[in-house]
């Protein structure tokens, strides 16, 4: 007779699941490695600026990566390898501030900029830093109360960077050991059942005993004879 090999859907529902939460955690895997990458050449601020005078420019903020271990403003202008050698004494009359509100006008992040703050980092001027914060759009003002002389008429531009160290990236390789984990279990548990679901499905055929085919036994000796 026919009865429900349980076993057999058991191993099935384990192979389906197995490999239902290895695509899910390789589909996040990607997302967020892919996000990862374009952080590391986002610049959610941009604009032209000119840091020889005072003034004020208030700029959109759009921040993408709120678990960077830093941001940073830094500035763009053409100068020769003595200037970039000494950076404090360039800066040294420039004071201002970048202040980053959200669209209610509250203020969520802010840094002072001075000879103090600017530095070289990777090849960059990097007039200063900030912490993270939450992703969305904001608006950020950039206010030079003593600007620098000597960049006077030369084309400026800053821009904020994402400082990451790679860490950030650790979300997606857990995702994808979850991935192949998963998938590792699905398929062994595919393998196992795969063969009894092609041949039997579901099923699984069990004899019943035949009376008449079990053996008698022994008879008594006729004493009388």
């Known amino acids: 007779?026919?009865?429900?090999?349980?076993?057999?859907?058991?191993?099935?529902?384990?192979?389906?699941?197995?490999?239902g939460i290895s695509i899910w955690c390789a589909r996040d895997a990607v997302r967020m490695n892919a996000e990862f990458h374009q952080w590391l050449d986002a610049r959610p601020m941009e604009t032209v600026i000119d840091l020889s005078k005072p003034g004020e420019s208030t700029v959109p903020f759009h921040q993408t990566c709120s678990i960077s271990h830093g941001e940073a403003l830094y500035f763009h202008c053409e100068f020769d390898d003595?200037?970039?050698?000494?950076?404090?004494?360039l800066f040294a009359a420039l004071s201002g501030s970048i202040v980053i509100k959200d669209p209610d006008g509250n203020e969520v992040e802010s840094a002072t900029i001075n000879n103090k703050t600017v530095q070289s980092?990777?090849?960059?001027?990097?007039?200063?830093?900030?912490?993270?914060?939450?992703?969305?759009?904001y608006i950020a003002t950039?206010?030079?109360?003593?600007g620098v002389a000597a960049l006077t008429g030369k084309e400026q531009s800053i821009y904020a960077k994402y400082q990451l160290c790679g860490l950030e990236q650790m979300p997606a390789m857990i995702a994808g050991a979850f991935a192949f984990a998963a998938g590792m279990i699905g398929l062994v548990a595919a393998a196992c059942v795969l063969p009894g679901l092609l041949q039997s499905g579901i099923w699984r055929t069990t004899a019943n005993a035949d009376p008449g085919s079990e053996p008698k036994p022994p008879m008594a000796p006729n004493l009388n004879s």
């Open 82 to 89: 003595e200037a970039k050698q000494n950076l404090e004494e």
């Open 142 to 146: 950039i206010r030079i109360d003593s």
């Open 121 to 137: 980092w990777d090849d960059k001027i990097m007039l200063t830093g900030f912490a993270p914060f939450r992703s969305g759009d």
């Open 1 to 19: 007779m026919k009865q429900i090999a349980t076993g057999r859907i058991v191993g099935l529902l384990i192979a389906v699941i197995g490999v």
